[in-house]
């Protein structure tokens, strides 16, 4: 990890609640973002993806907390930092939009009101210079008629063109790192495509690196540098795109992949993973995937996998090259 | 359950034989609720959610549904299974429009067409035990109280549900197992068609094949007949034996995945294909533009059409055969398909 | 095994309240025996005096025990309330019920309409205007005699029915949209039954919470209506007109008339809502197996 890392999280864990005790859901992640380059964050449901996200934004629900690990951003310690300083954070530098934008939108205000309201929480302009930068991001963002849709609702306007909004939120104080959380779930496959390029367009416009967690590997491995793979609250594989999807060097990984149905993959039966992702009480010791691999062997379920390192390329497998 | 004879999953069977189930013409109008200035002006906004719908279901085939949100598939999936009555039109059931059923008729047709629903949460009822769920739907099939129980046990067994979750509440169940007793207590009601409506859209998609390749091999087993949809074009092209296409309340194209998935006619398909991701691969691709408003005449895609000419605002394209069993519904189309680069041969003297 | 008792009653706060509402419950029935002394008796010799061994909460005006007709009154207070939330419970349900799940009819419509037109007379001007206008006398029906309290009973209950009915209705129009319901439908089930065995249990939970509530308000308005002589009538003890009894000694010392009664309301009412709370949370089949999520 070099000081040259815009984001980097170390042996972060995250934990919940429960009773008196606090539950682990993430186990140490570690992750960096270089400026300007886009990282993929992968998992499934319960792999701890948005969670971390949340942590490195100190936004997590209560109940929940950071339990051990470091987050720095531009080499400051976000774990230091106090309320303003995260505010000053959040839309400014680090700008995040997430999935359901009908949801992260206030219903009650109209776009304009809440694009103003973010540009002047960042920088000190006025009521009307704001309403013209707002202007302009609609139209980078491609929302037609800019200046009538200033004052619309976030009702009024379609799924896709609400994650625009946010997007445009998002970006609307020039941050170095956008924080995506399964920003394209929620819509139709041709708005998906029509966002991706979007946020392909911002990334190489401006330069801006994004931290980008899908379940989508597909998505993922279209627009990334580099990839996490994480399952159940721990990393499994990490390094360049290109590379992992080539040849993976975790199981999961590997069956994950062979799970996704391709079109142009052939027809019958569509290949799965057996059994239950591990729910949060009853983690097993040991590796976590080792219940459901289809290479697993004894010591798997007992000692915790060593990290291989290949190059770039990280697996916390005994059976990983290096 | 009487046997039936397994279907190959190759070739779409064509309508020789008659469908299981005929959609025809079938419209479902809704009425939005018109403001005040509106009502005194006369104007009316009716919304066409399925809009001239026709299309059969051969017995023993998996029927592909694939569209975008508010292209009518799931309000075409309740007209199917007879949630909602249509506007205009009628579905077919074994030759007898729906409303000319007999009573006999009604209830073997009731117990014969059954759905599966996407939303796992609200699709069991979060206070009854699945036992209990299960039970009632046997109960109800008119299964007597003594053959309850194996009947129960057949059914858990086809699912692949251990019966230790019988005596649990649905919450305590994951998504997918959730969505196997779904699928368990439509089985109860012996039906010969199934329609599932985005069976596993919720579902991690390591996890998406177990309950895919359920319904797949009840398909095969059984013979039972199944109407899948769905957004994920690839699962589609995977498993189903024929596909259609919906866009704004029509039906756009039809017919084998084979043809319609890697050649399609219909500029939609193509935009459709064109967006879904393909990782690695990095192709360029063509963005659809943002959709606008409705429109008054003329195909419903046209604002959004590359390739749209001056009749397709005029009249809309009813579908037209472009090879043995594929239907588009687009003027410009051929028997030679539209592909995005045969762009340049489309022009109006084509027609 | 505490734990699991506390668990059901939804918490710390609904086992509290919980209890509470057992000892009205048990003062209420078994008011004959638990009092001391009969509510009734005069003894002119030991009026008004405080707090002893003899009588633990002293005696009023006429010399009657207090302790013996705060557990009387108890008894008029829990009969009024809970009755009359009997009456609306059942009524507003059952409204609610129909309209919600055969919506979008001309059913669902003129229920909701008589339910706005209940709903906007206020609960105490018509306790009393209604008092007011039957007069306070008992009632006789078919050789059985009811107190005046009979009267008020069933005018809250009337008046309950309009915030139950549109809990309901709110409620089973969500449940009757439900997935499990139409797979119900498609089972050929009869839409009656479907209400009655799937959607009616759901919608419970937040009745029964709304029902503790008004039992809470119930107690209020009986004690407000005895306060100003509507409800129960002298010599028959109720806190309410015990208070109003009291209304003469409030700055004269004699504190024991006032603030016992008083305090039972108070207590009866955080008592009830203390339970309406545990039982919401205890009511949501989720609570007891809720599994962590993250």
Redesign the interface.
């Known amino acids: 990890m070099t000081d040259q890392d815009l984001l980097r999280v170390e042996g972060l864990h995250v934990g919940f609640r429960a009773g008196d005790q606090m539950r682990d859901v993430v186990r140490g992640v570690d992750l960096r973002v270089k400026p300007g380059e886009v990282v993929g964050l992968v998992g499934e449901s319960g792999s701890g993806k948005s969670i971390t996200a949340l942590a490195v934004m100190r936004l997590l629900p209560p109940g929940a907390a950071i339990t051990s690990g470091r987050v720095t951003f531009r080499g400051r310690d976000l774990m230091e930092a106090n309320n303003s300083e995260m505010n000053r954070l959040r839309g400014g530098e680090i700008g995040m939009i997430f999935q359901d934008p009908l949801t992260a939108l206030n219903p009650a205000l109209p776009i304009g009101r809440q694009l103003g309201d973010a540009i002047r929480a960042h920088q000190s302009v006025s009521w009307r210079q704001a309403q013209t930068r707002a202007e302009e991001l609609l139209a980078l963002v491609g929302i037609p008629f800019p200046k009538e849709r200033l004052r619309a609702y976030p009702h009024e306007l379609s799924g896709g063109m609400r994650q625009r909004v946010m997007i445009a939120l998002a970006v609307s104080s020039n941050p170095s790192l956008l924080i995506a959380d399964e920003p394209t779930t929620a819509l139709d496959v041709t708005v998906q495509a029509q966002v991706m390029e979007l946020i392909d367009r911002i990334r190489n416009e401006f330069g801006i690196a994004v931290l980008f967690i899908s379940h989508n590997l597909e998505l993922v491995a279209e627009i990334a540098d580099r990839v996490t793979v994480m399952y159940a609250g721990r990393v499994v594989e990490s390094g360049g795109v290109e590379t992992l999807f080539a040849t993976p060097n975790h199981p999961y990984t590997r069956q994950l992949i062979r799970c996704v149905p391709r079109l142009d993959g052939g027809r019958g039966a569509m290949p799965t993973i057996p059994g239950l992702p591990p729910r949060i009480g009853s983690l097993p010791s040991g590796c976590p995937f080792a219940p459901r691999c289809e290479v697993a062997e004894p010591r798997c379920s007992a000692e915790d996998p060593p990290m291989r390192w290949r190059g770039e390329q990280m697996a916390a497998c005994f059976l990983a090259a290096s | 359950m009487t046997a039936r004879m397994p279907t190959s ?1 190759d070739n779409a069977r064509q309508s020789d034989a008659a469908p299981l189930l005929l959609l025809r013409n079938l419209r479902k109008t809704y009425r939005l609720r018109r403001g005040i200035l509106d009502r005194l002006r006369g104007r009316s906004r009716d919304v066409n959610a399925v809009d001239n719908v026709t299309l059969p279901i051969p017995e023993g085939v998996i029927l592909g549904l694939v569209g ?2 508010g292209c009518g598939k799931s309000t075409l999936a309740r007209l199917m ?3 909602t009555q249509p506007t205009g039109g009628e579905v077919v059931w074994n030759g007898t429009a729906l409303p000319a059923l007999s009573a006999q008729e009604r ?1 073997e047709f ?2 014969g ?3 599966v ?1 996407q ?1 796992t949460h ?7 035990r699945i036992r209990v ?1 299960l039970t ?2 046997l109960a ?2 008119g299964v007597p109280r003594s053959r309850r129980a194996a009947r129960i046990a057949g059914l858990l067994d086809q699912v692949g549900i251990d019966p230790q979750f019988l005596g649990r ?1 649905p ?2 169940l ?1 998504g ?1 197992q959730r969505q196997r007793i ?1 699928i368990a ?2 089985l109860a ?1 012996e039906p010969s068609l199934l329609v599932a409506d985005e069976p596993v859209s919720s579902l ?7 309950i ?2 359920l319904l ?1 091999e009840l398909n095969a087993s059984l013979g039972l007949t199944i109407v899948l949809i769905s ?5 589609v ?3 189903c034996d024929q596909v259609a296409v919906m866009y704004g309340g029509q039906v756009v194209e039809s017919g084998s995945p084979g043809k319609v ?2 050649a399609p006619s219909h500029p939609y398909t193509q ?10 691969a ?1 192709r360029a ?1 063509a ?2 533009p ?2 606008s408003g409705p429109t008054e005449a003329g195909c419903r895609f046209r604002p959004r059409c590359i390739h749209a000419v001056a009749v397709c605002a005029d009249q809309e394209p009813a579908p037209r055969a472009v090879g043995s069993g594929h239907l588009a519904a687009c003027h410009l189309a051929r028997p030679a398909d539209i592909a995005a680069d045969r762009v340049g041969q489309l022009t109006e003297s084509n027609l | 095994m505490m734990a699991r008792v506390i668990s059901a009653c939804g918490g710390t706060g609904g086992f509290i309240g919980a209890c509470l509402m057992f000892l009205l419950i048990v003062d209420a029935l078994a008011a004959p025996w638990v009092a001391p002394f009969d509510p009734l008796k005069v003894d002119m010799l030991n009026a008004l005096s405080p707090p002893d061994a003899a009588h633990l909460f002293g005696t009023d005006q006429n010399g009657r025990d207090v302790l013996s007709r705060v557990i009387w009154g108890g008894r008029a207070s829990l009969e009024v309330s809970a009755l009359a939330v009997l009456i609306g419970g059942c009524g507003g349900v059952g409204l609610g019920l129909l309209a919600g799940f055969f919506s979008g009819g001309w059913l669902e419509q003129s229920l909701m309409r008589v339910l706005d037109a209940m709903a906007s007379i206020p609960l105490l001007i018509w306790a009393i205007a209604l008092v007011g206008i039957l007069g306070v006398g008992s009632v006789h029906i078919a050789g059985f005699t009811f107190g005046n309290e009979v009267k008020l009973l069933a005018l809250l209950g009337v008046l309950y029915i309009p915030t139950l009915a549109r809990i309901t209705y709110t409620t089973a129009l969500g449940e009757a949209g439900a997935n499990y319901v139409a797979a119900r439908r498609l089972q050929g089930v009869s839409g009656l039954r479907i209400m009655l065995s799937d959607v009616l249990p759901n919608c419970l939970s937040p009745v029964i919470v709304q029902a503790t509530l008004l039992l809470a308000i119930g107690i209020v308005i009986e004690a407000s209506v005895s306060f100003v002589g509507l409800g129960v009538q002298p010599p028959w003890p109720s806190w309410g007109n015990m208070l109003a009894d009291a209304r003469n000694y409030l700055f004269s010392g004699e504190w024991w008339l006032s603030v016992f009664p008083g305090a039972c309301i108070s207590l009866s009412v955080v008592a009830i809502n203390l339970l309406g709370d545990g039982l919401r949370d205890a009511l949501d089949p989720r609570h007891s197996t809720s599994a962590l999520t993250a």
């Open positions: 999953h975008e949100s299974v007879g949630l209830r009731r117990a067409v059954q759905m629903f939303d609200s699709s069991l009822n979060p206070r009854k769920t009632e739907a109800a099939h509440f919450h305590e994951s997918g779904g207590r439509a009601m991690d998609v390591s996890l998406q094949g177990q895919i390749n797949r957004h994920d074009l690839a699962v092209a995977r498993i998935l890697s935009a459709l294909l064109d967006a879904v991701p393909r990782g690695l990095r691709r963005v659809l943002i959709e």
